[in-house]
């Protein structure tokens, strides 16, 4: 780490300011009430911001480079938990927040156990795709999302992703362009995702409805109100 031969100002104006593409995710997370979710991004921003900053002028701002990076893995890594969590639609508020923080105290443990290895990077992401697959399964349902913006999110990624894999032999990506476009179409892939998620304030209104005997929900529902949750049965 470190040691690169770019001018750091050229260098921080690919990998530093390329974050701001998270910018919208992290304002939508704040208008939507995803306290924990929001929480755990800005802190993966923040970490993956810092590592770029400290790789940009080889300084310690702090920490280390390399326990920014670090830092930034786990903080990546978590976001993928908290929303392939959300895609597995737990009813249990519970369940879900259980889900949840289980996703992150394995990426924690992964990660100290061997943070450069790409399989203890790569393997948890996967293991927490394979979760709403599994909800699905087990409900015999899909839950009712907006596919075509998940597919479009994923496409996202997906063509996110080889730029990701070349930046990581960092000696030949100049300028870390290659792992600067990972930031941007990443950044908004992950925009266009939690766009189909149901925000708390609506999810808690339908659990209210689940839980109401059918007279009490046809009276609040025609006589208060409720126009965007619907009874699921």
């Not at 921080?12 to 701001?20: K, R």
């Not at 080889?58 to 893995?73: I, S, V």
């Not at 392939?84 to 990660?111: E, G, W």
Request: some cysteine; proline content about 6%; charged content about 15%.
């Amino acid at each position: 780490m470190g040691g690169r031969t770019e001018h750091p100002l050229l260098l921080a104006m690919t990998t530093v300011l390329s974050h701001v593409a998270m910018i919208p995710s992290l304002r939508f997370l704040h208008q939507q009430g995803f306290t924990y979710e929001l929480g755990v991004s800005i802190f993966a921003t923040i970490a993956s911001f810092m590592y770029h900053l400290a790789e940009s002028f080889d300084a310690t701002l702090l920490l280390t480079e390399g326990q920014w990076h670090r830092l930034d893995n786990i903080g990546i890594i978590g976001v993928f938990g908290l929303y392939f969590s959300h895609l597995c639609c737990l009813r249990n508020p519970i369940a879900d927040a259980a889900l949840k923080q289980a996703t992150f105290f394995v990426t924690l443990v992964l990660q100290e156990k061997d943070p450069w290895n790409e399989w203890y990077t790569i393997g948890p992401v996967l293991g927490f795709a394979v979760m709403p697959i599994m909800a699905a399964a087990w409900r015999w349902r899909t839950p009712p999302f907006n596919w075509l913006e998940v597919m479009f999110g994923f496409g996202l990624l997906t063509v996110a992703l080889p730029f990701f894999v070349w930046g990581l032999d960092d000696q030949n990506d100049p300028f870390r362009v290659y792992h600067a476009i990972w930031h941007v179409a990443g950044g908004y892939g992950s925009y266009r995702l939690w766009q189909v998620v149901p925000n708390p304030v609506a999810r808690a209104a339908r659990r209210q409805l689940n839980a109401m005997p059918p007279h009490d929900y046809y009276h609040h529902h025609h006589h208060e109100g409720v126009p965007t949750v619907s009874r699921r049965v």
